[in-house]
């Protein structure tokens, strides 16, 4: 596995894979390797020839206030962990080559990036794009790997690539949990041990309501209430939204008549949680 944070020589090697007759996986990150990460590049590279993999902790994404500075920077280990799990290449730019002086372009998704996330995180979703949009321009890769835990970021960036034209297929992927159900993230390690023993009831409360949609309950509010009760039971969870919305176009459901996700953020302490569920009425159980 090679690695590289050099625009032109990254586009040489997707070249000379593409000439080979590989098709192309892409993985972008902002590294910090854990399980979801690497289950990503594991499904790539079974299912595309060529795996790239992007680590960038991406400024435009971060608001002043946020974590930009003490995001966790793993580069040497993620480099193992990402030839262990079958990428070809990684591409580590700097922000200086992403953004060089003069920059001034982004790419906003109207509405769908104004609610949920976007809602408290002003401009979070147009750095998302504006990246990913350069990224794919960069890469052109020919499927594009996402994980369902950031639900609303996949939602997102496969409006833009559909409204762009890109002929990239987005393939959003499971969610992968701690033995608890906590669900991976990076920012996981912010938090306290005792904080860490709580914070499994954010995926407990969303089992709690898909149980009651597995037993046929298609009421969004008895469906959220369930949840946030049991939340709202624990102090020390500061809840930011609990919400049902459409898959599609991310619309507030009031019952479960398409396939719609039950999205939750909440902060433990300082440390920011997310989390969802899929409520589809075809499937008829939830899925975690
Ligand atoms: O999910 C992430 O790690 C980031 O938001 C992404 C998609 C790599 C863009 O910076």
Request: include cysteine; charged fraction near 25%; aromatic fraction near 6%.
């Amino acid at each position: 596995m090679d690695h590289s944070s050099n625009i032109t020589e990254v586009r040489r090697q997707v070249d000379e894979a593409r000439a080979d007759g590989l098709n192309i996986g892409f993985v972008p990150t902002m590294g910090a390797f854990h399980r979801g990460h690497t289950s990503l590049i594991e499904a790539s590279a079974r299912i595309c020839g060529w795996t790239v993999v992007s680590i960038f902790v991406n400024p435009t994404q971060f608001a002043p206030n946020e974590d930009l500075d003490s995001y966790p920077r793993t580069l040497k280990s993620d480099l193992a962990k990402a030839q262990a799990s079958g990428a070809d290449l990684v591409f580590a730019p700097s922000a200086e080559q992403m953004y060089p002086s003069g920059f001034k372009t982004y790419v906003e998704v109207e509405e769908l990036g104004h609610v949920l996330c976007g809602k408290s995180r002003p401009g979070h979703f147009r750095g998302v794009v504006t990246v990913v949009a350069k990224l794919l321009n960069i890469i052109r890769p020919d499927a594009l790997f996402l994980g369902r835990k950031d639900a609303q970021q996949a939602i997102i960036i496969a409006r833009m690539v559909e409204d762009l034209d890109f002929t990239v297929e987005v393939k959003m992927r499971p969610t992968v949990r701690e033995a608890d159900g906590l669900a991976m993230s990076s920012r996981n390690q912010y938090l306290s041990v005792a904080h860490r023993t709580i914070a499994p009831r954010l995926f407990e409360a969303l089992s709690v309501s898909g149980r009651l949609f597995d037993h046929g309950e298609r009421n969004a509010a008895k469906l959220v209430d369930a949840a946030a009760s049991i939340l709202r039971a624990e102090s020390e969870i500061d809840v930011e939204y609990i919400e049902i919305r459409k898959a599609r176009g991310l619309e507030p459901a009031e019952s479960i008549n398409e396939s719609s996700l039950l999205f939750v953020a909440a902060k433990l302490g300082e440390t920011r949680l997310i989390d969802n569920i899929i409520l589809d009425p075809e499937m008829g159980s939830f899925e975690a």
